[in-house]
């Protein structure tokens, strides 16, 4: 089965400091890979995909992530950060049901911006 | 603006009372999904339906039941609420392998 772990559950920078976000995953084939953002009392909002197209991906806010199959990683990354990028980040793996997705979460990251 | 709507955002239940949370869509999506999010823990997928077609999670409880009456709304019932079904639910929708698109959330306390 697919699976993620999100090293780190607690993530502390100071404004404009290198946001480092990090995910391994475990998969059998070779994997659909999200970063959604999530902020309080709120839904899941997607920050970006890995679909195998480029092993860089960018998304929206300035985030981006790598896909390093040698390392089973895919770690997030905003070169600066800002206040308003507090928040949870959960990396997720999918695993296919047919002709819908299932996203298997890890269980997340809380990134804490110091000004 | 396309979205999905999930009513109330807040919901307060008494053990053992049953209840209802609602998910709406204008997205058109034919897949829509629930999942279950307890405090500070991962989204955890309790079932989805395909069009009609209702999956269920091997590991969701039987307390857990849902519908979807038309491709716009679905819901989800729980029975007999106990105090560990307290949690943040997270309603999504996607079309086919797309992108998935989450709703608020309906935030539910168990008294």
């Known amino acids: 089965a697919q699976s993620v772990t999100q090293l780190g559950s607690h993530v502390s920078v100071s404004e404009g400091a290198l946001v480092l976000l990090r995910c391994n995953y475990s998969?059998?084939?070779?994997?659909?890979l999200f970063w959604y953002v999530q902020y309080p009392n709120q839904g899941l909002q997607l920050l970006l995909k890995y679909t195998s197209a480029a092993t860089l991906v960018k998304g929206i806010n300035g985030f981006e992530a790598e896909f390093k199959k040698s390392e089973t990683s895919f770690h997030l990354t905003k070169p600066s950060a800002h206040m308003s990028d507090a928040a949870e980040y959960f990396c997720a793996v999918s695993d296919r049901l047919g002709g819908s997705e299932k996203l298997v979460f890890g269980k997340g990251t809380k990134l804490t911006v110091n000004p | 603006d396309a979205m999905v709507i999930q009513n109330p955002r807040y919901q307060v239940t008494q053990f053992g009372k049953p209840v209802t949370l609602s998910c709406s869509q204008t997205?058109?999506?034919?897949?829509m999904y629930w999942y279950q999010q307890k405090s500070s823990q991962a989204p955890k997928l309790l079932f989805h339906y395909y069009d009609k077609d209702f999956n269920n999670e091997a590991d969701t409880p039987d307390n857990f039941q849902s519908r979807r009456p038309n491709t716009s709304f679905c819901f989800l019932d729980i029975r007999s609420p106990g105090l560990g079904d307290a949690a943040m639910y997270l309603c999504?929708?996607?079309?086919?392998?797309?992108?998935?698109?989450f709703g608020p959330g309906t935030r539910l306390t168990v008294l």
């Open positions: 997205l058109n999506h034919n897949v």
């Open positions: 998969s059998s084939v070779p994997p659909y």
């Open positions: 999504a929708t996607s079309r086919d392998m797309g992108k998935q698109f």
